[in-house]
């Protein structure tokens, strides 16, 4: 039996602003992820850079500008010895501070 270590694209993705600098983002956890990659992006085209790694399926994006709006993705990966495989990258969601 052979078994592919990419975990499922994530699903359920909300971003909700919890303060005027600050945005919490979560998503459905994946079966068998090691752990989550979050992007943002100041548009919903594109542009999306890496700003966390964390072992749990949400984030606390804080420091950001008050009035903007943020859209961020997750990729979700499972780490097998040393090396990290990655799920495609989450629908994108937007909150705005």
């Not at 606390?60 to 990655?86: D, E, H, M, W």
Request: glycine share 6%.
């Amino acid at each position: 039996v052979e078994v592919t270590p990419i975990p499922s694209v994530p699903t359920m993705l909300t971003a909700l602003r919890v303060s005027h600098t600050s945005i919490y983002i979560s998503c459905k956890a994946v079966p068998g992820a090691t752990g989550y990659v979050v992007y943002r992006s100041l548009t919903p085209s594109g542009g999306f850079t890496q700003i966390a790694v964390t072992a749990l399926p949400s984030y606390t994006n804080t420091g950001l500008t008050p009035g903007t709006k943020y859209y961020y993705s997750i990729k979700a990966f499972r780490q097998v010895c040393s090396v990290k495989f990655f799920s495609e990258a989450s629908e994108s969601v937007w909150a705005k501070t």
